[in-house]
C-alpha cells in the first residue's frame, strides 16, 4: 500500500491521539482498582495516595483531602493529568483529524466527554460508575483498527503502545509485559523507522533486557526508562 503523505503536524497529532486515548483507557482501569481497595488501606492512611504518587502528582500537605484530590484526577479541567482534560485534549486533535479517523471513531469521544460532564456536574464519587468510559474508549479502538490504515494507523497504534508502555512501568507491572509490549513497538519501527531515535531506542532496548533490576523496583531505574521511553518518538 502506498503510504499517504502526512504532515509533521498531523503526525504529532496523530501519535498524541493514541497516547491520549490509552492513557484515559488506562486511567480508567487503575482508579476501579485504586477504588476497589480502599477496604484494605488501613486507617490514617490516604486511600489514593499510591495511585497520586505514580502518576506524579504529589501532595504538597500531607493533611490534604485524598478522595478531593482523586475527584480532581477525574472532573478537574485544569489537572492536567485528569481523565476531564485528557477527554478534551483527545477531541481536540479528534476534530482537526476527522478526515483521517473518521465521525463514527470521532462520535465515541464525542459521547465520553458528554457523560464525563454530567457526571462532573454532580461530582460522581462511585468511579463504577463511569463504565461506559472504558466500554466507549475500546469501541473507538475497534473503530480505529477498522477504518483507519497505512501510516495514519501505524502513527496512531504507536502512540497508544508507548503510553501503554509508560503507565505499565510507572504502576510496576512485570517485566514480561513490558518486554512483550515493547516487542509490538518493535515491529512498528520496521514500518516507519525514520518516526523514532535511534539513541532512544537503545537506551530502552537496554534497560528492558535487565529483568533482575526492573524486577526489584528500582525507582531510579525506572525513571530512567520512562525518559527513554519518551524521547523515543520523534513527531
Same mark, same amino acid.
Given at each position: 500500500?502506498?503510504?499517504?503523505?502526512?504532515?509533521?503536524?498531523?503526525?504529532?497529532?496523530?501519535?498524541?491521539?493514541?497516547?491520549?486515548?490509552?492513557?484515559?483507557?488506562?486511567? %480508567? &482501569?487503575?482508579?476501579?482498582?485504586?477504588?476497589?481497595?480502599?477496604?484494605?488501606?488501613? #486507617?490514617?492512611?490516604?486511600?489514593?495516595?499510591?495511585?497520586?504518587?505514580?502518576?506524579?502528582?504529589?501532595?504538597?500537605?500531607?493533611?490534604?483531602?485524598?478522595?478531593?484530590?482523586?475527584?480532581?484526577?477525574?472532573?478537574?479541567?485544569?489537572?492536567?493529568?485528569?481523565?476531564? @482534560?485528557?477527554?478534551?485534549? %483527545?477531541?481536540?486533535?479528534?476534530?482537526?483529524?476527522?478526515?483521517?479517523?473518521?465521525?463514527?471513531?470521532?462520535?465515541?469521544?464525542? %459521547?465520553?466527554?458528554?457523560?464525563l460532564r454530567r457526571k462532573a456536574e454532580v461530582k460522581e464519587m @462511585?468511579?463504577?460508575?463511569?463504565?461506559?468510559?472504558?466500554?466507549?474508549?475500546?469501541?473507538?479502538?475497534?473503530?480505529?483498527?477498522?477504518?483507519?490504515?497505512?501510516?495514519?494507523?501505524?502513527?496512531?497504534?504507536?502512540?497508544?503502545? #508507548?503510553? &501503554?508502555?509508560?503507565?505499565?512501568?510507572?504502576?510496576?507491572?512485570?517485566? &514480561?509485559?513490558?518486554?512483550?509490549?515493547?516487542?509490538?513497538?518493535?515491529?512498528?519501527?520496521?514500518?516507519?523507522?525514520? %518516526?523514532?531515535?535511534?539513541?532512544?531506542?537503545?537506551?530502552? !532496548?537496554?534497560?528492558?533486557?535487565?529483568? !533482575?533490576?526492573?524486577?526489584?523496583?528500582?525507582?531510579?531505574?525506572?525513571?530512567?526508562?520512562?525518559?527513554?521511553?519518551?524521547?523515543?518518538?520523534?513527531?
Amino acid at each position: 500500500m502506498e503510504k499517504k503523505i502526512i504532515s509533521a503536524t498531523t503526525a504529532n497529532q496523530l501519535f498524541w491521539l493514541g497516547r491520549y486515548a490509552e492513557r484515559g483507557y488506562q486511567m %480508567m &482501569h487503575l482508579m476501579r482498582k485504586a477504588y476497589d481497595e480502599i477496604m484494605d488501606v488501613p #486507617v490514617g492512611v490516604s486511600p489514593y495516595s499510591d495511585f497520586l504518587d505514580k502518576m506524579g502528582v504529589y501532595l504538597s500537605n500531607g493533611n490534604m483531602d485524598t478522595s478531593y484530590q482523586m475527584m480532581d484526577q477525574i472532573y478537574d479541567a485544569n489537572t492536567v493529568t485528569s481523565l476531564h @482534560n485528557i477527554i478534551e485534549r %483527545m477531541m481536540d486533535n479528534a476534530i482537526v483529524l476527522r478526515s483521517y479517523i473518521y465521525s463514527e471513531s470521532m462520535s465515541y469521544i464525542d %459521547m465520553c466527554r458528554d457523560f464525563l460532564r454530567r457526571k462532573a456536574e454532580v461530582k460522581e464519587m @462511585n468511579i463504577t460508575e463511569l463504565q461506559p468510559i472504558t466500554d466507549w474508549l475500546l469501541a473507538f479502538w475497534g473503530s480505529v483498527r477498522e477504518r483507519v490504515s497505512g501510516n495514519a494507523y501505524t502513527i496512531l497504534e504507536t502512540g497508544r503502545l #508507548v503510553e &501503554h508502555l509508560d503507565m505499565n512501568i510507572r504502576f510496576e507491572y512485570k517485566h &514480561h509485559r513490558i518486554d512483550e509490549t515493547w516487542g509490538r513497538l518493535k515491529a512498528l519501527m520496521t514500518i516507519e523507522p525514520e %518516526m523514532f531515535d535511534r539513541v532512544q531506542t537503545g537506551r530502552f !532496548e537496554m534497560y528492558t533486557a535487565t529483568e !533482575e533490576a526492573f524486577d526489584k523496583n528500582i525507582k531510579k531505574y525506572k525513571r530512567e526508562m520512562i525518559s527513554a521511553l519518551n524521547g523515543l518518538v520523534r513527531v
